[in-house]
């Protein structure tokens, strides 16, 4: 099977910047697109960033000029860089990927999730 191990969460004031990074490991043929998504108390689970394997980058407005995201493909693992950090970015933040595995000698492509990371920036 394929996990998602987050890391990088924690406490920063306003303007601080902090780094995410998640790392999938398993029976991995390949990683196609990957990203964070986050959730916010009382509020649906939205996405924050993805990249493609081509490298390909997607935000959300909240994120654009402040946060960017990457990927080593490689070792499979996607981060994303948080700067200017503002108090309505605190948040759960979970990492996301659609991965290509290998089980029982079979392929197949499923989606995964972390299990989140918080992050809080204080005013």
């Known amino acids: 099977q394929v996990q998602l191990v987050e890391s990088g969460g924690g406490l920063v004031q306003a303007g601080g910047s902090l780094r995410l990074s998640c790392a999938a490991s398993g029976t991995i043929v390949s990683s196609n697109v990957m990203g964070w998504y986050r959730q916010a108390p009382g509020k649906q689970r939205e996405l924050v960033a993805t990249?493609?394997?081509?490298?390909?980058?997607n935000y959300a407005d909240s994120g654009k000029g402040r946060f960017t995201i990457s990927r080593d493909g490689d070792k499979n693992t996607v981060d994303l860089q948080m700067n200017s950090l503002k108090p309505e970015d605190t948040a759960v933040y979970y990492c996301?990927?659609?991965?290509?595995?290998?089980?029982?000698?079979?392929?197949?492509?499923?989606?995964?999730w972390g299990q989140g990371t918080q992050v809080t920036v204080s005013s």
């Open positions: 996301y990927a659609n991965i290509l595995s290998r089980i029982l000698g079979r392929t197949r492509t499923s989606e995964y």
């Open positions: 990249i493609t394997s081509g490298g390909n980058t």
